[in-house]
């Protein structure tokens, strides 16, 4: 079946370095990927997505790149704030597959 | 304007109850989710209902029980709770089941079974 791999964490940073949170998926077909967000005590926000592959996704500062041939989306930042600390999840939607299978979540905390 | 609407954001209970937590959605999608998060933050689906028809069924036991009275409304009725059943559920509604749809999902609601 389809399942997703994140990186563990939690990951602590200072503000402004560079952010890295690896994912990798197995699916069958074309899945769509996507990257979650869940700021504390709230739902869940889409962060970006891409739907074939090497599409980039982006958005307020992050980009995931779809890789098919390494199954990868990795998430990346180039500089954090503290704003950016939340759980983020990296989640896979398959061709017929009609609900989002998602990684186990990887804490950001940026200090300042 | 709330996209996806929860109630109630809270709730505690004592085991053997029955409790409900409703979900609507005023995007006009066509499909919508019940996810369950546990203490760890794993996010896994429950339900998805697709123009008020059952589209996934994932194994979910049977005191756990969906309901659709129209495509805005997705409700969840647990009876007879446990002490597993804490955690903090998601309603999430998308366009329609396509694969490439954005799911938007509510706030949650945190359940907590005493």
């Known amino acids: 079946g389809d399942s997703v791999t994140q990186m563990e964490g939690p990951v602590t940073l200072s503000e402004e370095a560079f952010l890295t949170i690896n994912c990798t998926y197995t699916?069958?077909?074309?899945?769509?990927l996507f990257w979650y967000v869940q700021y504390p005590g709230e739902g869940l926000q889409l962060l970006l997505k891409a739907t074939k592959a090497d599409d980039k996704g982006s958005n307020k500062g992050f980009e995931a790149t779809y890789r098919k041939e390494t199954t990868s989306f990795h998430l990346e930042k180039g500089s954090v704030q503290v704003s950016d600390s939340a759980v983020y999840f990296c989640a896979l939607r398959g061709g017929s597959n009609y609900k989002l299978t998602f990684g186990k979540g990887t804490l950001l905390t940026v200090n300042p | 304007d709330t996209a996806v609407s929860q109630t109630p954001k809270y709730l505690v209970t004592q085991m053997g109850n029955d409790k409900s937590i409703k979900c609507e959605q005023n995007l006009g999608h066509d499909t919508m989710y019940w996810y369950k998060q546990d203490s760890k933050k794993f996010l896994k689906i429950m339900f998805s209902?697709?123009?008020?028809?059952?589209?996934i069924n994932e194994t979910v036991p049977n005191r756990f029980s969906p309901k659709s009275p129209d495509k805005a409304h997705l409700n969840l009725h647990i009876n007879s709770l446990e002490l597993g059943d804490s955690a903090v559920y998601f309603c999430?509604?998308?366009?329609?089941?396509?694969?490439?749809?954005?799911?938007?999902f509510g706030p949650g609601t945190r359940l907590t079974v005493l």
């Open positions: 209902y697709n123009n008020k028809e059952l589209i």
């Open positions: 999430a509604s998308s366009q329609d089941a396509d694969s490439t749809d954005t799911q938007y």
């Open positions: 699916a069958t077909g074309y899945p769509s």
